[in-house]
Structures are given as C-alpha cells and as structure tokens.
C-alpha cells in the first residue's frame, strides 16, 4: 500500500468503511504489536491486549489524524 492509497484507506475509515480499516489493521499490525511487546517485556498476553487498545483508540479518534505532522504508523505508536 503506497502513501495515496494509505491515505485514501484511512479517509475511508474515518467515514465508516470496514474494508478500509481491514487493510490499515493488517497493515499495521505487526509493526503496532512488535512496539507493544518490547513494552510489555515478553508477556504476550499484555501486548495483544496493548495492540487491541491502540486500534480500538485509533478507531475512535482517526478524525484526528493529521497527515502533516506524522506518518499513520507513527500516530498509532503514539
């Protein structure tokens, strides 16, 4: 997924589209999980409870995305 299609599947998500967050989460997903497990420090029960959390929070707040000041990836870490 390039940079204009990333953006318009985050556009899409924002306004409801299943499909649309289906390809951001699997996009995503390891890279989120990866962060959250050296978090975690091994447990991975907690990490997939972080990564659970990071997209649930993303899901309600993506209207807060700003493309101008971080990449998707780096909003989700945040």
Do not use: N
Not at 48 to 62: D, G, L, N, Y
């Amino acid at each position: 997924m390039d940079s204009d299609s990333e953006m318009f599947a985050i556009y899409a998500a924002e306004r409801g589209s299943e499909q649309a967050w289906r390809q951001l989460f699997e996009r995503h997903f390891d890279a989120v999980y990866g962060f959250c497990a050296a978090l975690a420090g091994g447990r991975d029960d907690l990490a997939e409870e972080m990564t659970q959390q990071v997209f649930i929070i993303a899901a309600r707040r993506i209207h807060r995305f700003d493309p101008k000041r971080a990449t998707f990836r780096a909003w989700l870490f945040g």
